[in-house]
């Protein structure tokens, strides 16, 4: 059969199934089974007799989207809450990837601004950081105790605080991508500018290495969650300015779907960062520096493969599983 052909007979049926993976119709999953099952005989059929053709590739694609659907529903009966984090969101952090890159690029540009209008402007870090905060942490400097700063208030008081005070930073780096992704990057702005000005400051007073190992022991979960929720701000302002060949409404809610999801799973890592910082980091100059270091780059392994390398080995897995079905 010509492949013009096929494609001409086959059209109609492909562009209904793009709609069902869009969420446009609706289909029960003995339907999308159904589905499932003459896609791959269309996708077998194109990759013997069109192997190099655009066609197969679209075809291999479509499969995968309507696997992952298949995948989801199918799932719904067991731990909805260990389906989440395990597999929908690696997903959703996978075909988003490049947005968590763009978060990281402009946080740390933005970092490097902090650092260098540190250094260019001693009063940088005054007017950001406010003039008690500044004088108490010198205070505590000059009696050696850089990170004196995490030791004030109850740890139970401190920490309650600490999460909710988190969780609002984020949800302001989220929600501000309503207005086009703008918002989010204003917040994400602030917040690095501050973090490159908080640690530059710590470098001029000579106190860099005491500081890094308080800071850091809550501030790689706080910082990294910091980083995907802008990263979820900038996915909702894309839906917003780039719907693609959804209606802006549509492109928009599904935006919102998606992001929101991704934004709920740095939710434990921000009560984490918080109970770190409510009950360890007031012990970091008496802890020894090998359980600072564990404990920082423990963390940083974890929310990192997390985010950068699981949702590449969960996407993986789906494509072989979807081969497997082919074969």
Same mark, same amino acid.
């Given at each position: 059969?010509?492949?013009?052909?096929?494609?001409?007979?086959?059209?109609?049926?492909?562009?209904?199934?793009?709609?069902?993976?869009?969420?446009?119709?609706?289909?029960?999953?003995?339907?999308?089974?159904?589905?499932?099952?003459?896609?791959?005989?269309?996708?077998?059929?194109?990759?013997?007799?069109?192997?190099?053709?655009?066609?197969?590739?679209?075809?291999?694609?479509?499969?995968?989207?309507?696997?992952?659907?298949?995948?989801?529903?199918?799932?719904?009966?067991?731990?909805?809450?260990?389906?989440?984090?395990?597999?929908?969101?690696?997903?959703?952090?996978?075909?988003?990837?490049?947005?968590?890159?763009?978060?990281?690029?402009?946080?740390?540009?933005?970092?490097?601004?902090?650092?260098?209008?540190?250094?260019?402007?001693?009063?940088?870090?005054?007017?950001?950081?406010?003039?008690?905060?500044?004088?108490?942490?010198?205070?505590?400097?000059?009696?050696?105790?850089?990170?004196?700063?995490?030791?004030?208030?109850?740890?139970?008081?401190?920490?309650?605080?600490?999460?909710?005070?988190?969780?609002?930073?984020?949800?302001?780096?989220?929600?501000?991508?309503?207005?086009?992704?703008?918002?989010?990057?204003?917040?994400?702005?602030?917040? !690095?500018?501050?973090?490159?000005? @908080?640690? +530059? %400051?710590? *470098?001029?007073?000579?106190?860099? &290495?005491?500081?890094?190992?308080? #800071?850091?022991?809550?501030?790689?979960?706080?910082?990294?969650?910091?980083?995907?929720?802008?990263?979820?701000?900038?996915?909702?302002?894309?839906?917003?300015?780039?719907?693609?060949?959804?209606?802006?409404?549509?492109?928009?809610?599904?935006?919102?779907?998606?992001?929101?999801?991704?934004?709920?799973?740095?939710?434990?890592?921000?009560?984490?960062?918080?109970?770190?910082?409510?009950?360890?980091?007031?012990?970091?100059?008496?802890?020894?520096?090998?359980?600072?270091?564990?404990?920082?780059?423990? !963390?940083?392994?974890?929310?990192? @493969?997390? +985010? %950068?390398? *699981?949702?590449?080995?969960?996407? &993986?897995?789906?494509?072989?599983? #979807?081969?497997?079905?082919?074969?």
């Amino acid at each position: 059969m010509r492949e013009v052909y096929f494609i001409k007979q086959n059209k109609e049926k492909w562009l209904g199934i793009e709609q069902v993976i869009q969420g446009k119709i609706k289909k029960n999953p003995d339907d999308l089974s159904s589905l499932y099952i003459n896609l791959v005989n269309d996708l077998s059929f194109a990759q013997t007799y069109y192997p190099k053709s655009n066609t197969t590739v679209y075809l291999n694609h479509l499969s995968s989207q309507i696997f992952q659907k298949i995948y989801k529903t199918k799932r719904v009966e067991e731990n909805r809450f260990l389906y989440f984090f395990k597999t929908e969101v690696p997903l959703l952090v996978y075909q988003y990837r490049r947005y968590l890159l763009y978060a990281f690029l402009f946080f740390t540009l933005f970092t490097l601004i902090g650092v260098l209008s540190a250094i260019y402007d001693k009063d940088f870090a005054n007017i950001i950081l406010g003039e008690d905060y500044v004088n108490q942490t010198i205070e505590n400097i000059k009696k050696g105790n850089a990170v004196g700063i995490y030791q004030s208030g109850s740890t139970w008081g401190s920490t309650i605080g600490i999460i909710f005070n988190n969780i609002g930073v984020g949800a302001k780096l989220y929600i501000y991508g309503i207005a086009g992704g703008v918002g989010t990057l204003y917040a994400l702005l602030s917040n !690095s500018v501050m973090l490159g000005s @908080f640690q +530059y %400051f710590f *470098y001029d007073y000579g106190a860099l &290495k005491d500081s890094a190992r308080g #800071i850091w022991l809550h501030g790689v979960f706080e910082i990294f969650s910091m980083v995907v929720e802008a990263m979820c701000g900038l996915i909702l302002g894309a839906s917003i300015l780039f719907p693609k060949t959804f209606s802006r409404f549509n492109s928009f809610k599904n935006g919102f779907r998606d992001s929101f999801k991704i934004f709920l799973s740095t939710v434990p890592f921000t009560i984490c960062a918080g109970i770190i910082e409510g009950y360890v980091t007031r012990h970091a100059l008496k802890m020894p520096l090998f359980l600072n270091l564990i404990i920082i780059f423990g !963390s940083l392994a974890v929310i990192g @493969f997390y +985010y %950068f390398v *699981y949702p590449s080995i969960v996407n &993986k897995k789906i494509n072989n599983q #979807i081969n497997d079905a082919i074969l």
